[in-house]
Nanobody, 124 residues
Framework: QVQLVESGGGLVQVGGSLTLSCAAS????????MGWFRQAPGKERQFVAT????????YYADSVKGRFTISRDNAKNTVYLQMNSLKPEDTAVYYC?????????????????WGQGTQVTVSS
């Protein structure tokens, strides 16, 4: 069992930056690939970024590539999402998730555990 708690969301102006954190419980965090997804009002939850269990590989949605960076600290059981050059369309609830799988990590169903989400609002 893994419990995930996101933090760091808030209100930011266009072009600003935020860093989201996701703290995981348990001693097996390093076994899990981690991902960030987001859900805007009235829309499906969509993939944002993922990082392998070792942190050696990352992958991003085209919409955030070059602006967002996912990273992890296995010693702290934490995964991060650094978000720069924020746009109004980045407004959403952001969720972190943990997956024992090591492939297909852009797909929601590959993830075993989810956090409760943190709101990010980008104002213009």
């Amino acid at each position: 069992q893994v419990q995930l708690v996101e933090s760091g969301g808030g209100l930011v102006q266009v072009g600003g930056s935020l860093t989201l954190s996701c703290a995981a419980s348990g001693r097996t965090f390093s076994r899990y690939a981690m991902g960030w997804f987001r859900q805007a009002p009235g829309k499906e939850r969509q993939f944002v970024a993922t990082i392998t269990s070792s942190g050696s590989s990352t992958y991003y949605a085209d919409s955030v590539k070059g602006r967002f960076t996912i990273s992890r600290d296995n010693a702290k059981n934490t995964v991060y999402l650094q978000m720069n050059s924020l746009k109004p369309e980045d407004t959403a609830v952001y969720y972190c998730a943990a997956a024992l799988a090591d492939w297909g990590l852009t797909v929601r169903s590959r993830y075993n555990y989810w956090g409760q989400g943190t709101q990010v609002t980008v104002s213009s």
